[in-house]
């Protein structure tokens, strides 16, 4: 077969298309999304300002069914965990997801609702969003410390809005970018299945990657980076989003550790208390631990180990174990940075401005290791180590980097799986002054509301999908959930039944 043929082959195969009608036109009004299927393809229709959208039904991040979430205005938010799409256009608006979606024809013909999708495409869930390349001839450099949420982000995002010039990500890990919540809800994941980008796609973008590499120190003055194997690099632009670094325990002359971010997957190993069962737990809240009895295991011959045996905690209760947890927090890596202008509060975070600037021009920084001003909270001054946050810093922190002038505006999503159930959490809590609480915690099913000033400032949930992520995109517009909402007994707007 001939080039030409070829070619002409594969633009059919590429234009060939299924095509069902999903419904009447009566069937969804306006401000309305529903579920249809097209061929084998899982779609979502939207009706939005009198226009017919179709988008995938899946999110990017998990597969959650999109149609199960919350539509507002043009864009619709995950029922699971908080990413938003433009339903317009498909494309990602709010993470944790990190790619768009698929977006497909929609023609209204004889009050009929007909969408067409691409065979090449069905079956795939995901569309990764146009990105450019690097011009040899463009010499601006912009350097991204961390191999974290925040730089992956930012360098994606660099790219997206087609900036030609050279884009270094530098990391201690031994791993490209990975995503760090599946540790914490998956004990056995192989590296290789936790990665969100493989190097093709480094490759292909023009995004260097430099692995096994810390920073030592930052000269800003002269625009240069210290790299522990005495490597001087200069930036034009620079982001830091090193993260944090674990807490030392010094009470401790020694501990056995399984790394705290294993501790829910032994949890849900353990049998679920419930009842009176609780009850046996309650003694050991508010009380710390005092020693760690360990014992010498090994044969003659072998290397020898500590294992734990018990636990004394302060209170004088002893609690035999096998395996110690420690999950003691973490400090920011903002080591490197003493000695620098750039301006850091008594914990050594790092101040950024709504637009994750520091006080130093060209500077930018982002993740756990900033103190910065979020929006929803009226401008109060957070740190907030989760990575949901730190992805929306880092692309916040690429638009201003192209001179955007965009304000940081995101609301917090958390999730954790505890005993095999999934708890989420949005907004901004600290400082709350009331709690509402629908459901029961002993039924395993329950909404909490948090209040600060009569007005709510987050909530979470457990099976009561999608309720988090009506409070969260409420809040994302800036609209004010008062006392008298969260106390009636009408869940209607959060799509629920009475609980």
């Known amino acids: 077969m001939s080039q030409e043929k070829a070619n002409l082959k594969a633009g059919l195969e590429e234009e060939e298309e299924v095509t069902d009608v999903v419904c009447m036109e009566s069937h969804l009004r306006d ?11 899982n779609v979502l229709l939207v009706s939005c300002d009198g226009v017919y959208s179709a988008i995938s039904n899946q999110c990017t991040h998990y597969g959650a069914p999109l149609s199960k979430g919350v539509l507002s205005g043009h864009r619709v938010r995950c029922p699971w965990h908080g990413s938003c799409f433009n339903v317009k256009n498909a494309d990602l608006e709010e993470y944790p997801g990190i790619d768009c979606l698929p977006c497909h024809k929609v023609k209204v013909e004889n009050s009929k609702v007909y969408v067409s999708v691409k065979k090449k495409i069905q079956g795939q869930p995901k ?3 146009w990105m450019g390349a690097r011009d040899q001839e463009v010499f601006h450099t912009v350097m991204v410390l961390g191999g974290g949420a925040a730089s992956l982000s930012c360098a994606e995002t660099l790219r997206q ?3 030609r010039g050279r884009i270094i990500m530098v990391s201690r890990d031994d791993l490209l970018p990975y995503d760090k919540t599946r540790l914490s809800k998956v004990m056995n994941a192989e590296s290789d299945s936790l990665l969100m980008r493989r190097m093709e796609f480094f490759h292909k973008y023009d ?7 810390e920073s030592m120190s930052i000269d800003t003055n002269k625009k240069t980076v210290t790299f522990d194997d005495g490597l001087i690099q200069n930036y034009d632009q620079i982001l830091i989003a090193t993260a944090g670094v674990p807490e030392i325990y010094r009470k401790m002359t020694f501990f056995c550790v399984f790394s705290c971010i294993f501790a829910i997957f032994f949890c849900s190993q353990a049998i679920v208390l419930t009842g009176d069962k609780m009850s046996s737990v309650l003694p050991y809240i508010n009380s710390s631990p005092n020693l760690i009895r360990c014992c010498v295991s090994g044969r003659s011959g072998t290397p020898h180990f500590l294992q734990v045996k018990a636990v004394t905690l302060k209170s004088g209760i002893i609690i035999e174990a096998d395996v110690l947890i420690v999950g003691i927090g973490v400090n920011p890596n903002s080591e490197f940075l003493k000695g620098s202008p750039i301006s850091m509060d008594s914990k050594n ?6 637009y994750m600037r520091t006080n130093i021009r060209d500077v930018y920084c982002a993740g756990d290791l900033t103190s910065f001003p979020l929006k929803m909270a009226k401008g109060q001054r957070v740190t907030i180590g989760h990575w949901q946050t730190a992805q929306a810093h880092g692309r916040n922190a690429a638009f201003n980097m192209l001179h955007r002038e965009v304000e940081l505006h995101t609301v917090p999503f958390y999730w954790t799986v505890l005993l095999g159930r999934t708890i989420r959490y949005a907004g901004y809590g600290e400082g709350y002054t009331e709690m509402v609480l629908k459901g029961k915690f002993e039924n395993i099913k329950f909404l909490a509301f948090y209040l600060k000033h009569d007005e709510v400032v987050a909530a979470a949930g457990l099976n009561v999908e999608p309720a988090v992520s009506v409070v969260a995109e409420r809040l994302a517009e800036g609209r004010v959930i008062t006392k008298a909402e969260a106390m009636s007994d009408d869940l209607s707007w959060l799509k629920l039944q009475p609980l």
């Open 207 to 213: 995004i260097e990657v430099w692995l096994r590499k």
């Open 31 to 41: 401000g309305e999304m529903m579920e249809v299927e097209v061929g084998r393809h």
């Open 349 to 354: 975070y790092v101040l950024v401005d709504k």
């Open 127 to 129: 569309r990764l969003k």
């Open 161 to 163: 809005e087609n900036y």
